[in-house]
């Protein structure tokens, strides 16, 4: 099965970068220095590219080789513009327009829980953030069970971002949400539809929240006050499908 793979040396990394390279995650030794290393910062930063800045333990576990305080994960996916495929699924008329909203879904396997799920469901894309969430890598790959590479994957500086354009295309933005009265199964579906799902920990961001149309919560009877972001990802999912059967 496909993985990232990965890339080290200051040089190599600048090259995948000026050859527009599907660079999923850069990582930098603290404290690097040089011309060369602030050549590559500053490329880093004006691309505006996910940057970890580690200790040089982190990247001798990274890479193999002489990796010059830089190693960097080249995604085994390539990334589709958000207003071309709106615009397509849109366009098509013979489908109601669903998508998923991550915001900031920090682990692997959840992502590629998530993305396996949408793809059994007909999600037409996932809209991810460029910093800040999980990683398009093995563990990624393997839980998705393959779905990665069928389901259009979209990055966006931020989510709002993704949010504006959905509201000005007609699309309706729902977050998944404990903090409204609202459940899910009062919440209508059956139309074009944005679902945002939240961190592990946190939820949707509450600068999100402000913005979207609606919010929903699935309704709760046990204990533990709250699912795994990917059961409770399907449960949302598979009530949309209810509705629009």
Do not use: W
């Not at 109601?96 to 396997?109: E, K």
């Not at 809209?127 to 990624?140: C, F, R």
């Not at 590479?149 to 949010?163: G, S």
């Amino acid at each position: 099965m496909e993985d990232a793979t990965t890339i080290f040396g200051i040089r190599t990394v600048i090259e995948a970068i000026q050859s527009e390279k599907n660079i999923d995650k850069i990582y930098v030794q603290k404290g690097l220095s040089g011309a060369l290393a602030q050549d590559l910062l500053s490329l880093v930063n004006k691309e505006g590219y996910n940057v970890s800045y580690v200790p040089v333990e982190k990247l001798n576990k990274l890479s193999q080789g002489n990796h010059q305080g830089v190693v960097a994960k080249i995604s085994p996916v390539k990334f589709r513009e958000l207003e071309e495929i709106v615009q397509e699924t849109l366009e098509n008329s013979d489908q109601v327009p669903l998508f998923l909203l991550l915001d900031q879904i920090t682990d692997a396997r959840n992502f590629g829980a998530i993305i396996r799920t949408a793809e059994c469901c007909g999600v037409h894309a996932i809209i991810i953030q460029n910093k800040g969430g999980a990683p398009v890598n093995a563990d990624t790959v393997k839980t998705s069970a393959g779905a990665v590479f069928k389901i259009p994957l979209c990055k966006v500086d931020h989510i709002k971002d993704a949010i504006y354009y959905m509201q000005a295309s007609g699309i309706t933005v729902v977050a998944a949400s404990e903090k409204t009265e609202n459940t899910l199964f009062e919440t209508k579906l059956n139309v074009p539809v944005a679902l945002v799902m939240g961190n592990e920990e946190k939820g949707v961001s509450p600068s999100v929240l402000k913005i979207v149309d609606e919010k929903a919560k699935l309704p709760m009877f046990g204990t533990i006050a709250s699912l795994n972001v990917s059961v409770a990802c399907g449960a949302f999912l598979y009530e949309i499908i209810r509705q629009r059967l």
